[in-house]
């Protein structure tokens, strides 16, 4: 049985990779940092029901020493690496937290595995957002970068230390240029998310409105669940290397606004407004990624369409709303 070790197992990617390994015979381990709010802590791996199956160990990417004595203990075949303050919008707020955690948490890791598994095969969560302000209209593993946040520049810094302890120490370790990736699961805070959710509110008569920034900007967006599924297969292969992970479609805010409040039966120009205080220092106006090489090595296609993904995370939305409402009246 192969053994896996996934850092920000909590989150959104995190809990769709642990179904997906215990799927195919994993032992999987998770980093677990401590929280004062221990009932929210697993939430996710709860909602697809592995959280019993997945053993979780005590340590924060900002701590080395809990990092090793993980790893030591642990002693994976692969290691994902995709703890971050994972925010954009926060990292202009929080440079240095995202720095430390997003940028050098990486290597922290990186080096745990160089002194105790170096022949583990090691993902680093790489970004689209590196691409940033674009320097080709669709972006491949050759467009150069030009990162335009905090969370980008320490994204791109990861990605160049993984590219660097492949070549220096010879380790299995790749890099997955993933584009923006939604589900159930993503957080709240994500505009995508955030639209699903006010949907289900809106639908429900809990909310009136939903106040958002740039409506113009444009992402490329596809499913986690297909996402994590390119993540295993890089670790798969015989050579490491870096492969950008995209659906090949962009689409603005307003028309994923439009699609999602047309999947609740809604017209979504009656309810959104725009707010200047949800613009960003500096934005990444569009995001379009290519898969050509993932889908030529790898045999990696998405396999969900925008519209699926809308319409499961509304459902999924008003599901979550309508609990809540059926135990608030019992
Ligand atoms: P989430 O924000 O949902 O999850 C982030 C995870 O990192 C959480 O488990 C969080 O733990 C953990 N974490 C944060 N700080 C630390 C720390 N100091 N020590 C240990 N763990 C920590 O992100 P996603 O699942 O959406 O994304 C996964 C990775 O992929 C991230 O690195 C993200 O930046 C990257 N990425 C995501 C994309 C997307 O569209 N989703 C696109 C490209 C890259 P806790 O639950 O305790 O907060
Ligand atoms: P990002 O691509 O990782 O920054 O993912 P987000 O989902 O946070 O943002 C995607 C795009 O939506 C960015 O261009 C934001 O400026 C834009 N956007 C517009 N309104 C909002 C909002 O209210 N919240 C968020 N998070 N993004 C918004």
Not at 32 to 47: H, T
Not at 138 to 149: C, I, L
Not at 246 to 275: E, H, M, P
Request: hydrophobic share 45%; net charge negative.
């Amino acid at each position: 049985m192969p053994t896996a070790l996934i850092t920000g197992i909590t989150g959104q990617d995190g809990a769709y990779l642990s179904q997906f390994l215990l799927q195919r015979g994993y032992s999987v381990h998770g980093l677990l940092r401590r929280s004062a709010s221990a009932e929210v802590i697993g939430e996710r791996l709860r909602w697809l029901g592995v959280l019993d199956q997945v053993a979780l160990h005590d340590g924060d990417l900002l701590d080395l020493s809990s990092v090793l004595r993980v790893v030591q203990e642990v002693q994976p075949d692969e290691v994902y690496n995709l703890a971050a303050q994972s925010f954009v919008h926060a990292s202009w707020q929080q440079p240095l937290l995202t720095g430390s955690v997003t940028g050098l948490g990486a290597v922290v890791l990186l080096e745990a595995v160089r002194l105790l598994c170096p022949r583990a095969h090691f993902y680093q969560a790489s970004s689209s957002e590196m691409f940033g302000k674009i320097q080709e209209p669709v972006q491949t593993e050759r467009t150069p970068f030009y990162p335009r946040s905090p969370y980008a520049a320490a994204k791109l810094y990861a990605h160049a230390m993984t590219v660097n302890y492949r070549e220096s120490f010879g380790l299995h370790a790749s890099s997955g240029i993933l584009f923006n990736h939604e589900s159930p699961l993503r957080g709240i805070e994500f505009v995508t998310r955030k639209i699903t959710d006010a949907v289900a509110r809106i639908k429900l008569g809990l909310a009136g409105e939903i106040r958002l920034g740039n409506l113009q900007a444009k992402r490329d967006w596809g499913h986690a669940r297909d996402y994590v599924r390119a993540m295993w297969l890089m670790c798969q292969q015989p050579e490491p290397g870096d492969y950008v992970v995209a659906t090949g479609r962009t689409t603005s805010i307003a028309d994923f606004c439009a699609l999602a409040f047309g999947c609740a039966g809604l017209d979504w120009k009656n309810y959104v407004t725009t707010d200047p205080a949800l613009l960003r220092p500096a934005e990444v106006e569009v995001l379009l990624g290519s898969a050509a090489k993932a889908k030529a090595v790898l045999d990696w296609e998405p396999e969900t369409t925008l519209e699926q993904l809308a319409a499961e995370m509304v459902e999924a939305d008003l599901a979550r709303h309508r609990a809540r409402l059926h135990a608030a009246a019992s």
